[in-house]
């Protein structure tokens, strides 16, 4: 064991790669150690970025395969890969592996044809990973599934109110900026298609479905839209309450959190707040014409939604501050 946890990042290249990269640079008690992309192997750092050469020495060793940066023997490993391709990996036998994939969130390994589209290599596997949501599941673990970004946002919203909802009501309207989509370029992220529109897409057939009904015990209607931005996600749950107070249940349960806020009365969340940050911003109000109530929470698809979430599951396993390494304070305009 080093003197710091050392860290291996396999799949640096993409969005998430990159934005894990950056948290693991800032964070004062973990060491890295290799940095895989099957793209830039043998490359240096600036193939990825010229800032991580900015004064003339990296702190970022040379890249090397994705199959290298895996079998580093770090006592930490992300896992930045596409879902199949996380699916398909034996996960090192010693450290911490953080998949930020959605190839461990699900118990059950028929639900992967249905809703990813492939049969799990590994259904055996799936009972050994720890479904990683800080505020809301108790405990870690040695393997570690880091939550999709819409799931988070809406079980942040929904997890603390599962008892005091009625559970045939719950609607979540949903939108995230193009990063959601991953780097790899399709046609709906061409700038000609994402610019000036607003487009709904696997409509009814989202993946991170099943993840959310798995934490709540119920199924929720969720439909996910495609923003004309860069980064950050709003999920707007309309809700009915079988009689308790939803605003008292969500600021008991976040309270202590340094993360998640819930809004003074009146204020809406907004992207501007959490764009670029680790943390996310509740709103609750009632619908004064019918007997509903909205709850809204805003986060950074990139931040509390991906990296920021992983940052924290690690922080959590090693018994770290919960926010170690986090970035928490905005940028006021």
């Known amino acids: ?33 290799a940095v895989g992309s099957s793209s830039l192997a043998g490359r ?21 395969a994705n199959d290298a940066a895996l079998a580093a023997g770090a006592d930490v490993t992300f896992l930045c890969l596409s879902h199949e391709e996380a ?48 505020e809301l599941v108790e405990g870690t673990g040695r393997l570690i599934a880091n939550p999709g970004c819409y799931a988070t946002a809406t079980l942040l919203a929904l997890a603390p109110l599962k008892g005091a909802i009625e559970p045939g009501s719950v609607v979540v309207d949903a939108k995230s900026g193009m990063t959601g989509a991953g780097r790899t370029l399709k046609p709906s992220t061409h700038a000609g298609f994402v610019l000036e529109n607003v487009s709904p897409y696997k409509v009814g057939e989202h993946q991170h479905v099943p993840e959310i009904a798995q934490l709540l015990g119920f199924p929720v ?9 860069r980064r950050g996600l709003i999920a707007t749950c309309n809700v009915r309450s079988t009689g308790p107070d939803l ?20 204020v809406a969340p907004e992207l501007s707040r959490v764009q670029h940050t680790d943390t996310a911003e509740i709103g609750v109000f009632t619908d004064r014409f019918t007997d509903r109530t909205i709850v809204i929470c805003a986060e950074d698809n990139l931040g509390k939604g991906a990296a920021g979430q992983a940052i924290q599951n690690v922080n959590r396993a090693f018994g770290f501050g919960d926010t170690t390494g986090l970035r928490l304070p905005g940028v006021l305009v």
Not at 44 to 64: E, H, I, M, W, Y
Not at 247 to 266: D, F, I, K, N, Q
């Open 247 to 266: 605003r008292a249940l969500l600021e008991r349960a976040y309270a202590a959190s340094e993360v998640v806020t819930v809004l003074p009365e009146g």
């Open 44 to 64: 240096p750092a600036t193939a990825l970025d010229p800032r991580l050469n900015r004064n003339g020495t990296s702190q970022v060793p040379v890249f090397v």
């Open 221 to 229: 209607s969720f439909t996910p839209h495609l923003l004309p931005v």
């Open 1 to 33: 064991m080093h003197s710091m946890p050392s860290v291996s990042i396999v799949g640096a290249a993409g969005y998430t790669g990159q934005e894990t990269l950056d948290r693991v640079l800032a964070h004062p008690q973990l060491e890295l150690v």
């Open 87 to 134: 699916a398909a990996l034996e996960p090192p036998a010693e450290g911490v592996v953080v998949d930020l994939s959605g190839a461990h969130r699900l118990h059950d390994p028929s639900q992967y044809e249905r809703w990813y589209g492939f049969t799990h290599p590994r259904p055996g596997d799936l009972a050994q990973w720890v479904y990683g949501l800080p």
